[in-house]
């Protein structure tokens, strides 16, 4: 039976003895409780003891022992015998202990434990004073590797822990099992995610043998830095750090600066480098990127705030050649700084945008900007919306835009004055000898004629242009190399009716009325003097909308997911009607862009104002939905929406119907899904093609997934055609091997675009890759149309894994239409 000795209750029965011991037994006022088998107290040396299953608690300490004692004096607690201490969560292990109450100090000779993720040993032992904040110790061995065999160790002489923060180790030797591999005089690891040393060896014919090293720490609390030090063997050495604020951790696109130079020892090799030249690339490269918020006035969060996106490149192919990632995900980065103020009714913006890298096409503009969010006009059923939008805009060619239109201008020039100058003729026949043909030789306009005998004339086709199409042509590019440039004034103003019908209100009914205005002043640039003028805009349109739903609670098919099946269908017409004539020779700025979707039918939503055309469309779809239970809540079991467009009036082309669109979506289980977004040509036009875009993730079982998808594209006026495969495949071969794939392959021309293959073993505390890449880049010159890559990926499983910009395993392909 246990015994328990309850030291305040002793101070108390010997509070009558001599006054010699109040010192003694204030201490003694402690509330520590010792439990053991055998319990004792000396009240002349103030030395209480335990022996068997000892137990002692004291505040928020607890310590088991085989045998223990406590110090009144001293306030020490000495435990022996297969020891264990909980201190402020952590558990500390050992044959011999010292704990003070009054200090609240631990020291030990030998001591484990552990902060996730790490598991520690160390001979001489101490922690400082009240909470633990800091854990000396000597002759330690360190691993994040949760077994009674570790796979590798490391051996410290001395190491300091900061919980939560760092580790610092002197005198380091890192052992493989029992062999020594590593040897450092100081290493220095914090316990936070991103931070610490982390290295990536590996090769690409781009860049050759590389080693990526990157070493992050905090300074102070507030800001997260991580240095890099790259080496290429085929392009030279790369510096670079980059700082995060803690503030915006969570978001990726505010609250850094990123930094970054390399001297390029061969940069005018790269994925396209058959476009290059000494004057477009120099071995000095470099990267200035910077993102931020700053609320107003600060330092809390307010509805004022001054957003930065900023990035100063020193060439175009510089994120192309070292940053393949942001590459692909931004290839031209924009360059804003955003005064914002929102509201609950409205944001407003100032906005300046700049062309600060002169080899990208961009628009410079400051624009004031009022967007007003729908609303309820006091209590009447009436809604508004709105947009209102002044500034001055210019249409800004790249460097390269601009060389080749005056290379252009120049050939036009000369041709012109060698084909039609030389005697006034409008032909642009030539005889054998160069000179002009006169006029009446019509038939063979825009020949060249070569005679070898008088009786017999042979004409060589060359373009059959006269002297109009060519003046026509240089005026066009003449025009474009001016650049477009203007002032503008836009404000846009709508109005809504909702209304219900029927039991249940089943049917939607929303009538809209629009209008408003487009100003520009001070044109210049377009094919002819616009100088100042005005587009009014009047717009009306309607939704129509019925919702049927029928349930079958029966339907019960746990394989594919099924607990109830709910069908909902939603027939639907969006009808609009913008009267807004266009202004001719006008350069537009905020200008549609080349796309495959279906553009947006609602005024509101047509960011393309100096394109706006007047329009008589209606957009007529039926929407299935199909619901079932899931997890306690309702899930999206799959879907249909299938819609086309009517023309009444058609902006862009001469079309009576769009194609059919469908957007389908099926997702059963967890580990199974499918899409397909398709469109099919039901009308005449020359403008109708046919495009799908499908994609299935299959997982069947815990050690196989499989992603597949298909992009094609046919008959489409402005982009090339294609039939696109992508594969992505990984297996668990057992539980410590694994293997992935990822393919794509163009079916048009039979390429396969990209390869790669990874090997992954999982070393318990390690996770070790081992992945090779063949990239087919299509136009390069020196034969060099492929680019190999091998990288080596060594990790420790609970500290980060280092983000690759070679793109191992990428994500090819993204659903939608081509933009």
Same mark, same amino acid.
């Given at each position: 039976?246990?015994?328990?000795?309850?030291?305040?209750?002793?101070?108390?029965?010997?509070?009558?003895?001599?006054?010699?011991?109040?010192?003694?037994?204030?201490?003694?006022?402690?509330?520590?409780?010792?439990?053991?088998?055998?319990?004792?107290?000396?009240?002349?040396?103030?030395?209480?003891?335990?022996?068997?299953?000892?137990?002692?608690?004291?505040?928020?300490?607890?310590?088991?022992?085989?045998?223990?004692?406590?110090?009144?004096?001293?306030?020490?607690?000495?435990?022996?015998?297969?020891?264990?201490?909980?201190?402020?969560?952590?558990? $500390?292990?050992?044959?011999?202990?010292?704990?003070?109450?009054?200090?609240?100090?631990?020291?030990?000779?030998?001591?484990?434990?552990?902060?996730?993720?790490?598991?520690?040993?160390?001979?001489?032992?101490?922690?400082?004073?009240?909470?633990?904040?800091?854990?000396?110790?000597?002759?330690?061995?360190?691993?994040?590797?949760?077994?009674?065999?570790?796979?590798?160790?490391?051996?410290?002489?001395?190491?300091?822990?900061?919980?939560?923060?760092?580790?610092?180790?002197?005198?380091?030797?890192?052992?493989?099992?029992?062999?020594?591999?590593?040897?450092?005089?100081?290493?220095?690891?914090?316990?936070?995610?991103?931070?610490?040393? $982390?290295?990536?060896?590996?090769?690409?014919?781009?860049?050759?043998?590389?080693?990526?090293?990157?070493?992050?720490?905090?300074?102070?609390?507030?800001?997260?830095?991580?240095?890099?030090?790259?080496?290429?063997?085929?392009?030279?050495?790369?510096?670079?750090?980059?700082?995060?604020?803690?503030?915006?951790?969570?978001?990726?696109?505010?609250?850094?600066?990123?930094?970054?130079?390399?001297?390029?020892?061969?940069?005018?090799?790269?994925?396209?480098?058959?476009?290059?030249?000494?004057?477009?690339?120099?071995? /000095?490269?470099?990267?200035?990127?910077?993102?931020?918020?700053?609320?107003?006035?600060?330092?809390?969060?307010?509805?004022?705030?001054?957003?930065?996106?900023?990035?100063?490149?020193?060439?175009?192919?510089?994120?192309?050649?070292?940053?393949?990632?942001?590459?692909?995900?931004?290839?031209?980065?924009?360059?804003?700084?955003?005064?914002?103020?929102?509201?609950?009714?409205?944001?407003?913006?100032?906005?300046?945008?700049?062309?600060?890298?002169?080899?990208?096409?961009?628009?410079?503009?400051?624009?004031?900007?009022?967007?007003?969010?729908?609303?309820?006009?006091?209590?009447?059923?009436?809604?508004?919306?709105?947009?209102?939008?002044?500034?001055?805009?210019?249409?800004?060619?790249?460097?390269?835009?601009?060389?080749?239109?005056?290379?252009?201008?120049?050939?036009?020039?000369?041709?012109?004055?060698?084909?039609?100058?030389?005697?006034?003729?409008?032909?642009?026949?030539?005889?054998?000898?160069?000179?002009?043909?006169?006029?009446?030789?019509?038939?063979?306009?825009?020949?060249?004629?070569?005679?070898?005998?008088?009786?017999?004339?042979?004409?060589?086709?060359?373009?059959?242009?006269?002297?109009?199409?060519?003046?026509?042509?240089?005026?066009?590019?003449?025009?474009?190399?001016?650049?477009?440039?203007?002032?503008?004034?836009?404000?846009?103003?709508?109005?809504?009716?909702?209304?219900?019908?029927?039991?249940?209100?089943?049917?939607?009914?929303?009538?809209?009325?629009?209008?408003?205005?487009?100003?520009?002043?001070?044109?210049?640039?377009?094919?002819?003097?616009?100088?100042?003028?005005?587009?009014?805009?009047?717009?009306?349109?309607?939704?129509?909308?019925?919702?049927?739903?029928?349930?079958?609670?029966?339907?019960?098919?746990?394989?594919?997911?099924?607990?109830?099946?709910?069908?909902?269908?939603?027939?639907?017409?969006?009808?609009?009607?913008?009267?807004?004539?266009?202004?001719?020779?006008?350069?537009?700025?905020?200008?549609?862009?080349?796309?495959?979707?279906?553009?947006?039918?609602?005024?509101?939503?047509?960011?393309?104002?100096?394109?706006?055309?007047?329009?008589?469309?209606?957009?007529?779809?039926?929407?299935?939905?199909?619901?079932?239970?899931?997890?306690?809540?309702?899930?999206?079991?799959?879907?249909?929406?299938?819609?086309?467009?009517?023309?009444?009036?058609?902006?862009?082309?001469?079309?009576?119907?769009?194609?059919?669109?469908?957007?389908?979506?099926?997702?059963?289980?967890?580990?199974?899904?499918?899409?397909?977004?398709?469109?099919?040509?039901?009308?005449?036009?020359?403008?109708?093609?046919?495009?799908?875009?499908?994609?299935?993730?299959?997982?069947?079982?815990?050690?196989?997934?499989?992603?597949?998808?298909?992009?094609?594209?046919?008959?489409?006026?402005?982009?090339?055609?294609?039939?696109?495969?992508?594969?992505?495949?990984?297996?668990?071969?057992?539980? /410590?091997?694994?293997?992935?794939?990822?393919?794509?392959?163009?079916?048009?021309?039979?390429?396969?675009?990209?390869?790669?293959?990874?090997?992954?073993?999982?070393?318990?505390?390690?996770?070790?890759?081992?992945?090779?890449?063949?990239?087919?880049?299509?136009?390069?010159?020196?034969?060099?149309?492929?680019?190999?890559?091998?990288?080596?990926?060594?990790?420790?499983?609970?500290?980060?894994?280092?983000?690759?910009?070679?793109?191992?395993?990428?994500?090819?392909?993204?659903?939608?239409?081509?933009?």
């Amino acid at each position: 039976m246990k015994l328990a000795l309850s030291l305040a209750s002793c101070a108390l029965l010997l509070s009558a003895n001599a006054h010699g011991q109040a010192d003694v037994l204030g201490a003694l006022t402690s509330n520590i409780n010792i439990e053991g088998m055998e319990t004792g107290f000396d009240p002349m040396t103030g030395v209480a003891t335990a022996k068997g299953d000892v137990h002692i608690k004291y505040e928020d300490v607890e310590i088991k022992a085989g045998s223990a004692e406590y110090n009144a004096n001293t306030g020490d607690v000495v435990a022996r015998e297969n020891v264990t201490v909980v201190k402020d969560g952590e558990i $500390f292990r050992g044959e011999n202990i010292i704990y003070n109450v009054k200090t609240e100090e631990l020291k030990a000779n030998s001591v484990r434990s552990s902060l996730p993720p790490i598991f520690y040993q160390t001979e001489g032992f101490k922690t400082n004073s009240g909470k633990v904040e800091r854990i000396d110790g000597t002759n330690a061995w360190f691993t994040t590797h949760d077994s009674q065999v570790q796979n590798y160790r490391v051996r410290a002489k001395s190491i300091t822990i900061y919980p939560g923060d760092r580790v610092i180790m002197k005198g380091v030797k890192v052992y493989a099992g029992k062999t020594p591999v590593f040897w450092f005089p100081y290493i220095v690891q914090p316990l936070d995610d991103e931070l610490g040393y $982390f290295f990536q060896p590996g090769y690409t014919s781009q860049w050759g043998a590389f080693l990526l090293n990157q070493y992050g720490v905090m300074h102070g609390d507030h800001t997260l830095a991580k240095y890099h030090l790259d080496l290429r063997s085929s392009r030279g050495v790369g510096i670079g750090a980059d700082f995060y604020s803690e503030k915006w951790r969570k978001n990726p696109h505010i609250g850094q600066l990123k930094l970054y130079y390399a001297y390029d020892t061969d940069p005018l090799t790269g994925v396209n480098d058959s476009t290059r030249s000494d004057a477009l690339v120099d071995e /000095n490269r470099y990267r200035i990127g910077f993102q931020h918020r700053i609320y107003i006035p600060g330092p809390q969060e307010s509805t004022w705030y001054l957003d930065f996106d900023l990035t100063k490149l020193s060439d175009e192919f510089m994120l192309e050649d070292y940053f393949l990632n942001d590459f692909r995900l931004e290839p031209q980065p924009d360059n804003i700084i955003n005064l914002v103020k929102r509201d609950d009714r409205f944001t407003a913006s100032l906005l300046a945008r700049m062309q600060l890298n002169e080899f990208y096409h961009a628009d410079e503009r400051v624009e004031l900007a009022f967007d007003f969010t729908r609303s309820r006009i006091l209590n009447t059923n009436i809604y508004y919306q709105g947009e209102t939008s002044l500034g001055s805009y210019r249409d800004k060619l790249s460097d390269s835009e601009r060389a080749r239109l005056q290379s252009k201008i120049a050939q036009q020039e000369s041709y012109l004055s060698t084909t039609y100058g030389a005697n006034g003729g409008t032909t642009g026949l030539l005889d054998s000898d160069g000179n002009a043909l006169p006029s009446t030789a019509t038939g063979l306009a825009g020949t060249t004629l070569v005679s070898n005998d008088a009786a017999v004339v042979r004409a060589i086709p060359k373009q059959l242009l006269t002297r109009d199409d060519v003046e026509n042509d240089l005026e066009l590019l003449q025009a474009e190399l001016n650049e477009n440039k203007f002032l503008r004034a836009h404000t846009y103003h709508e109005f809504l009716y909702p209304l219900s019908f029927g039991q249940g209100d089943w049917i939607n009914f929303v009538p809209r009325i629009g209008g408003g205005v487009t100003y520009y002043n001070d044109v210049e640039g377009g094919v002819s003097d616009v100088g100042n003028d005005t587009r009014p805009i009047f717009a009306a349109g309607f939704d129509l909308s019925a919702k049927f739903s029928k349930t079958w609670e029966d339907v019960q098919n746990r394989r594919i997911g099924l607990d109830g099946l709910r069908h909902i269908i939603q027939p639907y017409l969006n009808y609009s009607y913008v009267e807004a004539d266009s202004i001719e020779g006008l350069g537009t700025i905020d200008r549609l862009t080349p796309s495959t979707r279906p553009r947006p039918i609602d005024v509101p939503f047509f960011t393309a104002i100096d394109d706006l055309k007047s329009w008589n469309i209606a957009r007529i779809g039926v929407r299935n939905l199909f619901q079932t239970k899931r997890d306690g809540g309702t899930h999206n079991y799959a879907g249909i929406n299938t819609y086309l467009d009517l023309f009444l009036e058609d902006p862009e082309f001469d079309r009576d119907v769009s194609n059919l669109y469908n957007d389908i979506f099926w997702a059963p289980l967890p580990w199974l899904a499918l899409s397909i977004d398709s469109q099919l040509p039901i009308g005449s036009s020359d403008y109708n093609f046919t495009e799908v875009n499908s994609n299935i993730t299959w997982m069947p079982t815990k050690n196989f997934s499989w992603s597949l998808g298909h992009q094609l594209l046919t008959d489409n006026p402005i982009f090339v055609d294609s039939s696109l495969i992508y594969s992505r495949i990984y297996t668990k071969i057992n539980s /410590n091997w694994g293997f992935s794939m990822n393919h794509i392959y163009e079916m048009e021309d039979s390429t396969l675009q990209y390869q790669s293959y990874s090997i992954h073993r999982d070393l318990a505390s390690w996770t070790m890759s081992l992945g090779g890449l063949i990239r087919e880049n299509r136009g390069q010159k020196n034969g060099k149309d492929n680019e190999y890559g091998l990288v080596l990926s060594l990790t420790l499983k609970d500290f980060p894994q280092v983000s690759i910009p070679l793109d191992l395993d990428p994500n090819p392909t993204g659903q939608g239409g081509r933009e």
